[in-house]
């Protein structure tokens, strides 16, 4: 599995793409459609049409990372209500939607914050 930094921001292509695309490709996706840096170190992920493969597109120091995570019996979940191009989430979320869960159907507790008892 890959390690995930907290700190780093995800983006999700909401759009499903064609998996020929490689990172030349994807690339020019994040930079011309999504309106966003590929050179930044964020994650920028991409979902085929059937929901079974997902692509991770990130630059790592000197070069860009692909790394690909294929299903054999299930579909990943995916956003379908937003309206947008891109929608971010946090890695733990990134780590939860690899894992199966629908971060969308049943999203985690919000923070509380107090400032008396």
Not at 15 to 23: G, H, N, P, W
């Amino acid at each position: 599995m890959m390690s995930f930094k907290p700190d780093i921001p995800v983006y999700l292509h909401q759009q499903t793409i064609d998996f020929r695309k490689q990172i030349n490709g994807l690339s020019m996706i994040v930079q011309e459609s999504l309106l966003l840096d590929p050179f930044t170190g964020n994650f920028f992920v991409f979902i085929n049409r059937n929901r079974t493969r997902i692509k991770i597109l990130y630059w790592d120091r000197n070069g860009f990372c692909l790394w690909t995570k294929r299903l054999e019996k299930h579909r990943f979940a995916w956003p379908t209500s937003i309206h947008e191009d891109t929608v971010t989430i946090h890695t733990r979320e990134l780590q939860w939607l690899l894992e199966g869960f629908d971060i969308w159907k049943s999203p985690p507790h919000q923070a509380l914050h107090y400032a008396s008892v």
